[in-house]
């Protein structure tokens, strides 16, 4: 079956604006993760959903940080008023429950 | 606060050697070890899971060994190949939450 799925694959924006990012997890796995990389750096844990239980958020790294899961499926994460440090790799990933963990093919943010 | 190190240095070894990979990790006692592996413009894809009472596990041409006193974790691609070249992270968890190092990127040369 299909992979997870990211949009846009590359998204580059000005300083001050912000941006929306998109993730189509596995059908049916009800966890579901956020992760950034930047270069040279292990990936950053930033938000987690189980099912319909309250997100853990403890990784964001700010208040311009946000994200939604819809439906428990897909989910965006939003990074209002972007700074050029946000630029990074934002990935995806989801699981059944605490299993292995699967990811997307990230979308690479550039703040200018 | 905890502290993951993989090799710091990239790995460059010839087809048909065993390259031996290392995570150690401090101020950390993690109930599950996983390593994965990053090819360029992908996500992770997961590759072995190692519990923290369990010593080996093996999976085709990949070994992982966890030594919680030594707080280690050795990972070998044994008999590589150059589609092995890849960049490979560890990552520990005691639930959900997983914590990876920086990667060591391996390249194996025919």
């Known amino acids: 079956g299909a992979g997870v799925s990211q949009s846009p694959s590359n998204k580059v924006t000005e300083k001050g604006k912000d941006v929306e990012l998109r993730c189509d997890p596995i059908s049916g796995h009800t966890a579901l993760y956020w992760y950034r990389q930047s270069l040279g750096q292990g990936l950053e844990f930033l938000i987690y959903f189980q099912g319909n239980s309250a997100p853990d958020k403890s990784g964001l790294p700010s208040d311009r940080f946000s994200a939604e899961r819809t439906g428990g499926s897909v989910s965006t994460l939003t990074i209002q008023r972007t700074q050029q440090e946000d630029s990074a790799v934002y990935l995806c990933a989801s699981s059944d429950l605490w299993g292995e963990q699967f990811f997307g093919p990230g979308t690479r943010l550039t703040v200018l | 606060s905890q502290k993951i190190e993989q090799n710091s240095e990239a790995l460059n070894i010839q087809e048909g050697k065993t390259a031996t990979l290392t995570c150690n990790y401090t101020n950390y006692s993690p109930a599950y070890l996983q390593w994965y592996r990053q090819d360029p413009g992908r996500g992770p894809v997961f590759l072995l899971l190692i519990r923290e009472n369990e010593k080996e596990k093996r999976k085709e041409r990949l070994k992982v060994t966890f030594d919680t006193t030594l707080k280690q974790s050795l990972f070998h691609i044994t008999a590589s190949q150059p589609a092995d070249s890849a960049t490979y992270l560890c990552?520990?968890?005691?639930?959900?939450?997983?914590?990876f190092g920086a990667g060591t990127t391996v390249t194996v040369r025919a």
């Open positions: 990552a520990l968890t005691n639930d959900y939450k997983l914590s």
